[in-house]
């Protein structure tokens, strides 16, 4: 018996994590795990540890938006990056982002390969069209990082001609 990859979504927006874990669940794929909370969104991280924190958890994605109460630096994209930070032998986990709030600031903080590392950058009312794709590409062609290099190069077009 073979286990399917994982996936932790985790947003304050209920309805966007039942939409997102719908979309995922119709490839019959992934498991995934709906969190509410980031406290949940973090005790889920952590019970996917390998290596008492050591190494790279067993998360095969990670699906998450902007918590609008909170700070850039409190937000749960970062304080993940600040535990996978801790260990030389833990490389990123893949990080999907969908969020309203396309903040310039925000985006380039989440696609800046020193800071938040993020594979994609989505809106909640498109990204049916691209998630099943994104994450073939992330999961099992492990084509995370080029995918944050695309989409910082976007990005950077995009800011550079308005």
Request: one cysteine or more.
């Amino acid at each position: 018996m073979r286990f399917k990859p994982v996936i932790l979504i985790y947003d304050i927006d209920n309805r966007l994590v039942d939409d997102v874990a719908a979309e995922i669940g119709i490839t019959g794929r992934y498991t995934s795990i709906n969190t509410y909370n980031e406290a949940n969104a973090m005790d889920a991280v952590r019970q996917y540890d390998r290596g008492f924190g050591w190494l790279t958890n067993k998360l095969a994605c990670v699906i998450t938006g902007w918590n609008n109460h909170k700070k850039p630096r409190d937000q749960f994209l970062y304080r993940l990056r600040a535990m996978e930070r801790k260990s030389p032998l833990r490389e990123h986990s893949p990080v999907i982002i969908i969020s309203e709030d396309h903040r310039h600031d925000l985006k380039q903080r989440a696609l800046a390969t020193d800071d938040g590392h993020v594979a994609a950058y989505l809106h909640p009312d498109d990204f049916k069209q691209s998630l099943a794709a994104l994450l073939e590409q992330i999961v099992y062609q492990d084509k995370a990082e080029s995918l944050n290099q695309q989409a910082m190069a976007t990005f950077l077009t995009e800011r550079d001609q308005e």
